[in-house]
């Protein structure tokens, strides 16, 4: 915490130079950067816990609900890194008025910005803050409002002061800290039943027939079953249906602040290799620990800090709290800074005061933060669940993720097409939670995607398309290309003018998924002395890697 306090005070001066500082860094991150802070945005004190919850309630195969989030993150290595760089956004918000025309375009980006900084991530910090207001709960019995004020303090001053610049390079060494107190705990967590040896026959001592090693859904049930249809609606649905289908805010962030396409694309390849393979298997092998360890406890979210506390030496413990905070800051200051951003870029300096002083910007995108911080602390108070919170954020906004694909590939989306989408989602999602909120996932995932879709293209059909002027000058700046751009390639071809398209392959974006399921399953399987498969699901990965390097990296 210190050291993030020291490091808000030095780039605090830099920060303040700039709108453009403090929220981007003056585009001039490396992709060795930009790729650990998306790695440390996406590891948080939450994320130990409800991985725990995955692993305990169900087993191994639960990971596929966010493991399924590959399939999105390599189609931004392979598509969306080149898209937005060259669009050059600050945000993703923004893109709404450079895409669409007439009073819908800027309607549609007023809305998002407050979407997204007030209600959308508000959820997201909420579920944050939740988990280290159980963390410090469980190991300092704290009160939840006494842990939520205190926990938060810290990453809202640094925020304030330094932007950006202090979010991203406090990140790369929080994330250090964090990935090295989870490999302890599991490490402990494994010496005390006896090594890695002992998981398997311990587990199914205690518990008899069981899943809780299976890399996959069981089938004992048959093809229709719970498990396998709730895996089918994650590969099948939930990875393109998300919100953040092309890249999405934070992401987004961190390529556009990169220092070029190159850049963004290594950045977000990256990203997904240690996010996916390699980050996410100290905590596994921690939660199936547990099992033996605290078979009685019920609060499957609570065991992991229950467990850390109990099995570390006093010499240790304070590390790997320390890595819980770091996890905590690194999130939390990210979205922290995303949000005001929405608010800044997209509504504030839009809609309400333009052409002001960088100093006025810096000074309200300050007090922004202060308000967003406010509402989100009320939020975390009434959460309850962190695993219900996540579901409930992939339920909530699966109804946008295709609109916001095809706003790439199909000139005729129009702002009513997201305007539309957005509201199916909200509407369809309240609805069946309030109303229906016993039934299966999978089946409020399809209810929602189907109807919002339905919803979605029946308006973009049904309303003007974008003017033609402005289709023309998007091509221009993101040149995608495809059958759906086909009218204003043509008019642009009779034109004269040469066109530098963006590369896309549906070849390299397998390639890329299978590599990184390949070490993802590896990883594990060698981990857990499943050595000829792990070794087959290696030498695949490696083989789709050198093939996907020669044709992106060094083409």
Not at 4 to 10: A, K, M, P, Q, T
Request: charge should be positive; proline fraction near 3%.
């Amino acid at each position: 915490m210190l050291i993030s306090l020291v490091l808000g005070l030095y780039f605090t001066k830099k920060a303040s130079s700039s709108t453009e500082e403090f929220f981007l860094s003056g585009r001039k991150l490396p992709w060795w950067l930009a790729g650990t802070s998306m790695v440390a945005t996406t590891f948080s004190s939450d994320t130990p816990l409800y991985i725990t919850a995955l692993v305990r309630t169900k087993g191994i195969y639960e990971n596929w609900q966010w493991w399924c989030f590959l399939m999105t993150g390599m189609l931004s290595v392979i598509v969306f890194a080149q898209f937005w760089k060259r669009a050059g956004v600050m945000t993703d918000v923004e893109l709404t008025e450079m895409r669409y025309s007439g009073k819908a375009a800027s309607t549609l980006r007023a809305w998002k910005a407050l979407y997204f900084s007030l209600l959308l991530h508000t959820i997201i910090k909420a579920q944050v803050i939740l988990a280290m207001a159980k963390i410090l709960d469980a190991t300092l019995g704290w009160g939840k409002w006494t842990a939520i004020l205190i926990s938060s303090s810290v990453t809202i001053v640094y925020s304030l002061l330094s932007g950006y610049w202090g979010v991203i390079v406090t990140d790369f060494f929080q994330f250090v800290l964090a990935q090295a107190g989870a490999i302890l705990v599991a490490v402990y967590a494994v010496n005390k039943i006896g090594g890695l040896s002992q998981l398997k026959p311990q587990i199914d001592a205690i518990y008899g027939d069981n899943h809780f090693m299976d890399f996959m859904p069981p089938i004992d049930g048959g093809f229709l079953s719970l498990p396998i249809l709730t895996f089918i609606a994650y590969m099948g649905m939930s990875w393109w249906s998300k919100y953040s289908s092309d890249g999405g805010g934070v992401v987004v962030q961190r390529m556009a602040s990169c220092k070029s396409e190159k850049d963004a694309i290594g950045a977000t390849f990256f990203f997904n290799v240690i996010n996916y393979a390699l980050r996410s298997w100290p905590w596994i092998i921690a939660a199936l620990a547990s099992l033996i360890l605290y078979p009685a406890i019920k609060d499957h979210e609570s065991v992991y800090p229950i467990m850390a506390l109990n099995i570390l030496p006093n010499g240790l413990k304070g590390i790997v709290f320390a890595s819980f905070f770091a996890a905590f800051m690194s999130t939390v200051g990210v979205y922290l800074n995303l949000s005001s951003a929405y608010f800044m870029k997209d509504f504030y300096m839009r809609f309400v005061k333009q052409n002001a002083t960088e100093k006025h910007y810096i000074f309200v995108t300050r007090l922004s933060m202060l308000a967003i911080s406010g509402v989100t602390a009320v939020v975390t108070y009434y959460a309850t669940s962190i695993e219900g919170t996540f579901k409930f954020l992939i339920a909530f906004g699966s109804g946008t993720g295709l609109v916001f694909i095809m706003r790439w590939y199909w000139w005729r989306v129009n702002a009513w097409s997201e305007i539309s989408a957005m509201t199916a989602s909200t509407i369809s999602a309240s609805a069946i939670y309030i109303f229906y909120g016993d039934i299966p996932f999978y089946q409020k995932l399809f209810f929602i995607i189907f109807s919002s879709t339905v919803v979605w293209v029946a308006v973009t059909l049904l309303t003007k398309p974008t003017d033609e002027s402005t289709l023309i000058e998007f091509y221009k700046r993101v040149p995608v290309g495809g059958f759906g751009w086909r009218p204003v390639e043509e008019k642009l071809t009779r034109a004269g003018i040469k066109l530098n398209k963006v590369e896309t392959s549906v070849f390299d974006w397998l390639l890329g998924i299978v590599f990184v399921y390949g070490l993802t399953l590896s990883t594990g399987m060698l981990l857990l002395s499943r050595y000829t498969e792990g070794l087959i699901c290696l030498i695949t990965g490696i083989i789709c890697f050198t093939m996907l390097k020669k044709r992106i990296f060094t083409a």
